[in-house]
């Protein structure tokens, strides 16, 4: 069994031990609790030091005594501020370490939970099966390729009559039809006897007149 399995089943003597300890939310708070007041702490010795440092200025010469004693404050209260800069510097590296193990166990839990659900997922699966579904469905793909392209061509109805003999054919109707208008066209007539000339017309008319007074003479 892997570490992971055996971190998320609970198992090992260790985690038996972890159980009644406090959550990793509750032991920062308290870490969060002890930073803050070091803090102060802090805050507070370093107004003592200041406070014993004018002490010693103060007395000088005058009190020796006086200003050896400030002095001796002083560096007690410098060597407590040290050692609580050291705790501080500790308490934020456990303070960081415990929040980047609590953001890999929740990040860990969640991978847990993923996989158990693809696990689970995966149950009903048989891979034989899958690679003939898929096998069945490009086999359809490629069916219903070939209905669409059997649907998309142009029917081939009556291709078997040559092309060259029906423009032939065509083309003797069309002389056929020309050749019928040509003979319903009626062209008018030609006179039989030709016209007489002007110069025959206007000699006819003398003599017309030249009988015409002939006959005048006569009756007179």
Do not use: C
């Not at 010693?56 to 410098?78: D, I, P």
């Not at 062209?187 to 039989?192: D, F, I, N, T």
């Amino acid at each position: 069994m892997s570490k992971i399995s055996k971190f998320f089943k609970g198992g090992g003597s260790a985690a038996s031990k972890g159980r009644g300890g406090p959550s990793p939310q509750e032991a920062l708070a308290r870490l969060r609790e002890t930073e803050e007041m070091l803090s102060k702490k802090q805050e507070y010795l370093e107004t003592r030091i200041e406070r014993e440092l004018a002490l010693a200025r103060q007395h000088g010469t005058k009190n020796r005594r006086a200003a050896l004693q400030a002095l001796k404050r002083k560096k007690r209260y410098e060597k407590q501020l040290s050692q609580i800069d050291g705790t501080l510097s500790t308490i934020e590296f456990q303070r960081e370490a415990l929040e980047n193990s609590h953001t890999n166990t929740e990040v860990l839990k969640n991978m847990g939970y993923a996989a158990q659900a693809m696990k689970k997922v995966h149950e009903n699966m048989d891979l034989n099966k899958i690679d003939d579904l898929m096998q069945d469905i490009t086999e359809q793909q490629d069916v219903a390729q070939e209905i669409s392209e059997a649907i998309s061509n142009r029917a081939a109805f009556g291709d078997e009559f040559d092309e060259d003999e029906l423009m032939a054919e065509l083309e003797e109707l069309e002389q056929e039809e020309m050749n019928k208008r040509m003979r319903d066209v009626r062209l008018p007539s030609v006179p039989s006897t030709s016209l007489p000339s002007r110069p025959v017309s206007t000699r006819k008319r003398v003599e017309d007149e030249d009988d015409m007074k002939q006959l005048a003479a006569w009756a007179s």
